[in-house]
């Protein structure tokens, strides 16, 4: 079966880099090439062009290859290969309709020592066989080297750059970086080579490492100098080609991998399973289903003729890589990078070790703020529990967002002003949410007893007002019932005392705990419908606080006296504030809020007043007739950002007058609006016209 040729891009497309979906530094990609799209994460099959395990034709038809990688200084030093090469060009060498990508020699020079061939030239050699990604000649900087030695070889790596990029004459250029073991050179290597023009920056340096299994060390090397890339250029792991690496240096932010591994493995017998690899002759029956080995039992592939054996095992590992990579993609997709990445650490115990290193943080990884920041606090589904999920980046960001936003009201239920060290928390511990619902009589009698008290609930990533009690991720985890029963308190809020209850104790049993805490009662009760309204307030306030960053005390004046339209499950639908207007809607899947073009406008005021710290997109004056019918905000269009900008959270659009024009949500962080060209920045709610 044919698979039809890809589509040239548009002229002014090649190189571009759009992100079209996220999970945190994981990004779903498109890379624009004259020979088509390239969607990544990727895996680049190596192909070398005297040997040609599978057909390269083969890969594009039958194993969705859409980009290969093959080694220009073979092609150059074979009089054969290199004829046909600048006669035809590399596609038609290879017979590939896709994008081709080369390497230059580096790595022959890494394994056999000196190789005859000058930085220019390999790149003009390149250009003149048509090939659509480049690559410098960069020097390998070999793990094993002191500091001195790999600095030179950075320094090197840099100063072939500029002859390099301005050989290359606007063919796309590889720019790898080096810099051995050394977090401080892999860094330097970094902002060097971001300073010029290439297109995508490989991670070099690393087969050493990932032949002997280093994995903590490879990922001390990513979190040296990933964060240091420019957004829109992605990062490709020079020689990484085994599955069970895949998940976790996407979730780290590598877009490109190439492997050799489906080959070479293929020739020794070896059989690549997503979760490492196994000989042939220990196999007995098929532990993973395949295309390729569909029609045959373990017995026929070992008595095969080695030549049609090497090849149908080559056909096999490539097939099983690329799915790996398809399983990383959709998790990346569903939001769930981190939970596949801390399953898949099990299957090797450095990977278990570098995973955890890098969860925990037990190195100050600034790179993981950068993660932490560019992460979405809120997934809409459910999330299994597992035993790292306080480690994962999302739960830390929306910790941090919900303790940096949030303060105690100014006024208990009863309507008393209270001092922030004179509340008596109640904390709800054992059972699993909705808490509206399953300590809904509990709650209820105790505030209507006592007064100055505020319910918090424990929830196995921390502990949570009970009026958040519907923010995701807090309230949507499943797990077995223990993990509701941690007692670990973060609370970080001054308070006069703590009483913990459980969720299942009942309404009569709860109201001894408290009396035996010496918690005031009240004089008079309070009714279920003042209860009620007090919840809905603070709820509101507490929410538009979290997402909107507007002070909370700004929030409670503005809130305070807000009106409700409610839904058939007497959960709150539109806000309406004092004067009347429709400001936002909380949202019932996730527990946020969405605002409305006059929640807009109102937090704009804030903003101007200094109370508010929502991020300000200001766009170009071309685009904003567009934005403010409500149109999208597009990469390229973006003139300056204030605030911090944060994918999944609300943001305001400004034009060149700095008047609003529209509001959205971010899908990406503040370095990004300015380095992306290409792609969604912003969707737009609504604009003012
Ligand atoms: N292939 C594997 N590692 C490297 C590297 O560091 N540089 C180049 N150019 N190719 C590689």
Redesign the pocket.
Known sequence: MKRPNPEPCRENDVGKFEIISRDGAARIGKFHTIHGVVNTPTLLPVINPNIRTIEPRKMWDEFGVECLITNSYIIRNSENLSKKAIDEGVHSLLNFPGAIMT??G??QSYVYGDIEVEPEEIIEFQKKIGVDIA?ML?V?GKPNLDFEESKKIVEETVSRSEISINAADGMLLNG?IQGGLFPELRALSAEKMSGFDFSIH?I??I?PLMEKRKYPELIRIISSCRHLIPSSRPVHL??CGHPHLFAISVAMGVDFFDSAAYALFARDDRLIMPWGTEKLENISEWPTASKTFFEYSPKQVKSLPKDERTKILAEFNLEISMKEMARVREAVRNGKIWEYVERKSTEHPALEIATKLLLDCSEDFKFMNWVKESTKMQKNRGILWSKNIENHPYVKAAKEIVSKNLKYPMKDAFGKNVENDEWDIVLIYGVQGPWRMKCKDMINKLMSKFKKIQIFIQTPIGIIPYFLEDLNPFSHINGPKDIWNFNEEDLKLNYNSITKVHGESGANKAVELLIQSGIKLNDSELNEDEIETYFDKYSIISKTAVFTKLNFEIAEQWLFDASYLKGGTNRIRNVFDSSGEHVLSPRLEDGGISLTINGAKKLFDFYKNKKCNIPIIKIDEGAAPFVSKGRNVMHGFINSVTGTLRPGMPCLIVDHNDDLIAHGISCCTNSEAIEMKKGIAVKIKSGTK
């Open positions: 390497d230059s580096t790595f690559t960069d390998f790898p490989p070099g340096g087969v020079f020689g």
